[in-house]
Antibody, heavy 122, light 108 residues
Framework: VQVVESGGGLVKPGGSLRLSCAISGFSLNRAWINWVRQAPGKGLEWVGR??????????DYAAPVKGRFTVSRDDSKSTMYLQMNSLNIEDTAVYYCAVDPSGVVGGGDCCWGQGTPVTVSS | EIVLTQSPATLSLSPGERATLSCRASQSVSVYLAWYQQKPGQSPRLLIYDASRRAAGIPARFSGSGSGTDFTLTISSLEPEDFAFYYC??????????FGQGTRLEIK
C-alpha cells in the first residue's frame, strides 16, 4: 500500500489550498479516509473523514475546521482531497492522509502518507 | 468530546527493559482504542487496534490491554528502534476521534 500526499506549501492568512492523497495497492471499496494534522512540535489532531461510496461518501469534521475545510474522494482516480479555505496561522501543520481499511467503528488507520507541510504566514 | 490522557509524558528506560504506557479516557470507549508509534520526521505507524489486536507486521513484544476507560500498551523487552513517541486514539465516539497528547519513550 502506498499513500502519497501532495499540494502543501506556503499560503497567506485567508488563503486556500487543496491537498491530494494518491493511494495505490489497496482496494478502497470499504476504506474510510482520514486527514490528520500535526502542528510543529505538537501531537496528532484529527481533521476530517470521508466514508465510502456505499456510505454516501459522508463526511465529518473537527470543530476547528468545520465550515472551512472539505474532504472528498474520487475512487476512480484512487485520490482523496482536502480543500482548505479561510486558512489561519493555527492551521500550520504537516497534514497526513490515513487509510482506515475496515470502515467500521473501532479499527485503526493502517496506512499513512509521508505528510505534506502547510505553512500559513503573511 | 472524549479526552484521552496519556501517562507518563516521558518514560526513560534502557534496552531490554519492559515499558508500560497508560491511556485513560474521560468516558468509556469500550475496546475501541488504537495505539500508534511515531519516530521523528516519520508518519505514525499503527501498532494496536481494538485495544489488544496487533496490526499486521507488528512484533509480538508489543501488546495492548484494557477496556472502558483504562488502557495499557506494553513493550515486553525494549529494542533500540522502539524509542519514539506513542499516541493512543479513541475510535468509539466520533466525530470527533481524539488522540492522547503522547508519551515520549527515551533511552535512559
Amino acid at each position: 500500500v502506498q499513500v502519497v500526499e501532495s499540494g502543501g506549501g506556503l499560503v497567506k492568512p485567508g488563503g486556500s489550498l487543496r491537498l491530494s492523497c494518491a493511494i495505490s495497492g489497496f482496494s478502497l471499496n470499504r476504506a474510510w479516509i482520514n486527514w490528520v494534522r500535526q502542528a510543529p512540535g505538537k501531537g496528532l489532531e484529527w481533521v476530517g473523514r470521508v466514508k465510502t461510496k456505499a456510505d454516501g461518501e459522508a463526511t465529518d469534521y473537527a470543530a476547528p475546521v468545520k465550515g472551512r475545510f472539505t474532504v472528498s474522494r474520487d475512487d476512480s482516480k484512487s485520490t482523496m482531497y482536502l480543500q482548505m479555505n479561510s486558512l489561519n496561522i493555527e492551521d500550520t501543520a504537516v497534514y497526513y492522509c490515513a487509510v482506515d481499511p475496515s470502515g467500521v467503528v473501532g479499527g485503526g488507520d493502517c496506512c499513512w502518507g509521508q505528510g505534506t507541510p502547510v505553512t500559513v504566514s503573511s | 468530546e472524549i479526552v484521552l490522557t496519556q501517562s507518563p509524558a516521558t518514560l526513560s528506560l534502557s534496552p531490554g527493559e519492559r515499558a508500560t504506557l497508560s491511556c485513560r479516557a474521560s468516558q468509556s470507549v469500550s475496546v475501541y482504542l488504537a495505539w500508534y508509534q511515531q519516530k521523528p520526521g516519520q508518519s505514525p505507524r499503527l501498532l494496536i487496534y481494538d485495544a489488544s489486536r496487533r496490526a499486521a507486521g507488528i512484533p509480538a513484544r508489543f501488546s495492548g490491554s484494557g477496556s472502558g476507560t483504562d488502557f495499557t500498551l506494553t513493550i515486553s523487552s525494549l529494542e533500540p528502534e522502539d524509542f519514539a513517541f506513542y499516541y493512543c486514539q479513541q475510535r468509539s465516539n466520533w466525530p470527533p476521534t481524539t488522540f492522547g497528547q503522547g508519551t515520549r519513550l527515551e533511552i535512559k
